[in-house]
């Protein structure tokens, strides 16, 4: 049973980067698509991008500028960095699991999510 | 962007009754070439992260209940929960995997009368 957890810091203050990681486990990260998806507390679902075990990239292009994903395959875990943040980026992040060499299939395993607070 | 929209925003129906959640795209998420709509449906509990119930517009997902089921084509898609049980209290969402960037609808809550 492939299981997800993300951590990191829960507060990040303004103007600063966030910096979540995913860690996989009970199956292998490659030859999948990863996304990160956030969820503002009390609202929707917003998908931030996807990266594929390779390193090959999609971001949201209304945060593109912002975003960076990585991949460290040797130690099975993903990687999201947010910069300039503002308060309009707290949120609970989801790291999720897209398809297998395609990222055109829906997301069948979540993490847990881990809520992250942006202020002073 | 594709838009996602649902109808209602929220409903309330009695144990044993059907529920129906209604989710439109601004446009059509069906792919020609292999008959499939790029539909997903995705039920979120206080505190959990979103469950997939439903993909292709109409495939259930493994060990989902036979009382969800989902349907449509195109741009107008429905899911329905065939005799609402206390556990299906919840939001459900709809989400497009056809173009990047995905985009989920608003979602539905589903409470009991």
């Known amino acids: 049973q492939v299981q997800l957890q993300e951590s990191g810091p829960g507060l990040v203050k303004p103007s600063e980067t966030l910096s979540l990681t995913c860690t996989v486990s009970?199956?292998?990260?490659?030859?999948?698509?990863w996304s990160w998806i956030r969820q503002p507390p009390g609202k929707g679902l917003e998908w931030i991008g996807y990266?594929?075990?390779?390193?090959?990239?999609n971001y949201n292009p209304s945060l593109k500028s912002r975003v960076t994903m990585s991949v460290d395959t040797s130690k099975n875990q993903l990687s999201l960095k947010l910069s300039s943040v503002t308060a309009a980026d707290t949120a609970v992040y989801y790291c999720?699991?897209?398809?297998?060499?395609?990222?055109?299939?829906?997301?069948?395993?979540w993490g847990q999510g881990t809520l992250v607070t942006v202020s002073s | 962007d594709i838009v996602m929209t649902q109808s209602p925003d929220s409903l309330a129906v009695s144990l044993g009754e059907r529920a129906t959640i209604n989710c439109k795209s601004s446009?059509?998420?069906?792919?020609?070439?292999?008959?499939?709509?790029?539909l997903a449906w995705f039920q979120q509990k206080p505190g959990h992260p979103p469950k997939l119930l439903i993909y292709?517009?109409?495939t259930r997902e493994s060990g989902v209940p036979d009382r969800f089921s989902g349907s449509g084509s195109g741009t107008d898609f429905t899911l329905t929960i065939s005799s609402l049980q206390a556990e299906d209290v919840a939001v459900y969402y709809c989400?497009?995997?056809?173009?990047?960037?995905?985009?989920f609808g608003p979602g539905t809550k589903v409470d009991i009368k």
């Open positions: 989400q497009q995997y056809y173009n990047t960037p995905f985009t």
């Open positions: 292709w517009a109409s």
């Open positions: 990266i594929y075990y390779s390193g090959s990239t």
């Open positions: 446009q059509s998420v069906l792919y020609s070439s292999n008959n499939r709509n790029y």
């Open positions: 009970g199956g292998s990260i490659s030859n999948y698509y």
């Open positions: 999720a699991r897209e398809g297998e060499s395609s990222p055109y299939f829906p997301v069948d395993y």
